[in-house]
Nanobody, 116 residues
Framework: QVQLIESGGGLVQVGGSLRLSCAAS????????MGWFRQAPGKDREFVAV??????NTYYGDFVNGRFAITRENDTVYLQMNLLQFEDTATYYC???????????WGRGTQVTVSS
C-alpha cells in the first residue's frame, strides 16, 4: 500500500521559514517525479514545486520567486520555504507520479499558517 507521509507544517511568522518533508513508501519511486501542491481556503489547488525522477531537475510555481527549494533523497522529498508570506498560508500536499500534471499518489496534507 502506497503511503505519503508529510510533516513539518505549522505556524510561522511572516518572513520565517519552514521545511516540509514527505516520506513515500509502499513501492519503488525511483522513476517517479515528486513534488508539492497547495490549496488555500476557497481557492483551487495550485502547483508549488517538483523534482524529476532521474535528472533531479526542479521546477517551481511562478509565485515562488526563489523563496522555496525542493530537494529529494531517495523516496523522501523536502520543501524548504523561506521568506514566508501571508499568501503562503495553505494546506500543502505531497504528490508523486510519472506526470507532474496528474500525480498518481497524494499525501493527506500538512497545514502551513503564516501570521503576523
Amino acid at each position: 500500500q502506497v503511503q505519503l507521509i508529510e510533516s513539518g507544517g505549522g505556524l510561522v511568522q511572516v518572513g520565517g521559514s519552514l521545511r516540509l518533508s514527505c516520506a513515500a513508501s509502499g513501492r519503488t519511486f525511483s522513476n517517479y517525479n515528486m513534488g508539492w501542491f497547495r490549496q488555500a481556503p476557497g481557492k483551487d489547488r495550485e502547483f508549488v514545486a517538483v523534482i524529476t525522477s532521474t535528472e533531479r531537475n526542479t521546477y517551481y510555481g511562478d509565485f515562488v520567486n526563489g523563496r522555496f527549494a525542493i530537494t529529494r533523497e531517495n523516496d523522501t522529498v523536502y520543501l524548504q520555504m523561506n521568506l514566508l508570506q501571508f499568501e503562503d498560508t495553505a494546506t500543502y500536499y505531497c504528490a508523486v507520479g510519472a506526470s507532474v500534471a496528474s500525480p498518481d499518489y497524494w499525501g493527506r496534507g500538512t497545514q502551513v499558517t503564516v501570521s503576523s
